[in-house]
Every structure is written in C-alpha cells, then in structure tokens.
C-alpha cells in the first residue's frame, strides 16, 4: 500500500497511509488544496488533481431530491362559510369510520391509586388513633388528620397532577 507525504497550510507531515489520510479527511484535518507526494519522490499534487485520490478522501456529496406532492383534487371554491355544525358533522362522520380497538379495558390510574393511598394513610391513622390512650384531644387530632390526608390527596391527584 503506497504512502504519502503531505504538505497543508506549509507544514509537511508523513509518511501516511491511504486509510488513515481518508480518517484525517473525515475529520477535516486538511482539504482539497493540500497537496500529497509518493513517499520517496517530491512530486507534489494538490489532491483535486489526483482523480483517483480525490473521490477516496472527499466523496461526492449526495443531492438531495424532494418528492413530488401529488394532489388528487383541488377543493372547489366555495363563497359560504363553514359553520360549526358542518365541522362536528364532518368529525362525527370522519370517527365512525374508525374501527373500534378491542382489548382490556383502560384502568383509571388516578383513581386506583388515590383510593389506595386514602385507605393506607388513614388506616395508619385509625391504627395509631385505636393504640394511642383516648381522650377527646387524641379523638380529635385523628379526625383532623384524617381530613387533612383526605384533603390533601385530593389536591395532590386531582388538582396537581394534571396528567396522571
């Protein structure tokens, strides 16, 4: 496999290989104006002169192409305006063609789980409330914070997160 010398920007370095002058081209380590020599000779050549160097180390860039659009029907020209009726007969019309997806029905997380968080942090409440002595100040710091569990789940599922 031949090596070369190369020359970019005045500085000459090499001996270099074929694949690893087409990594230092990858990276734009040197352009199309440097110029490469065999490595024991001091023929000089930009590489935009090599043919056979050029398409290796800088292929072709690839063109783009766009597609065609291709329209069936222009709609017609119309004077009257849509009204709001048309548009959700349209919609209603347009989601009656769409079949019906069967499977398991769709479980409501929110309220699976703000169930299950009410009856866990109010039943710890009610278990320290029955072990705890009772007095009407114990009776009615349960019953606050059972409100105040309530109320404050409530909040956090239903008013907090909106996409839950």
């Known amino acids: 496999m031949p090596s070369y010398l190369l ?10 290989s074929d694949l ?11 352009d199309e104006s ?6 024991a000779t001091e023929d000089w050549k930009a590489i935009r002169d090599l043919p056979e160097l050029m398409p290796r180390f800088f292929p072709p860039k690839k063109a783009m192409s766009f597609k065609a659009k291709v329209v069936e029907k222009m709609p017609e020209a119309n004077d ?8 959700l007969h349209d919609n209603l ?3 009656s063609k769409i079949p019906l ?18 009856i866990f942090l109010n039943g710890t409440i009610a278990a320290a409330w029955y072990y705890l002595p009772h007095s009407k100040d114990y009776d009615t710091v349960a019953m606050m914070a059972g409100g105040l569990v309530t109320i404050g789940l409530y909040w956090l599922f239903y008013q907090m997160m909106d996409r839950y």
Do not use: Y
């Open 7 to 16: 020359k970019f920007e005045g500085k000459v370095s090499g001996p270099h």
């Open 20 to 30: 690893k002058l087409q990594e230092m081209a990858s990276v734009r380590a040197f």
């Open 34 to 39: 440097a110029e490469l020599a065999p490595e």
């Open 80 to 87: 009257e305006p849509i009204t709001v009726d048309q548009i």
């Open 93 to 95: 019309v347009a989601e």
């Open 101 to 118: 997806k069967k499977g398991k029905h769709h479980v409501n997380r929110r309220r699976r789980d703000f169930l299950f968080s009410f």
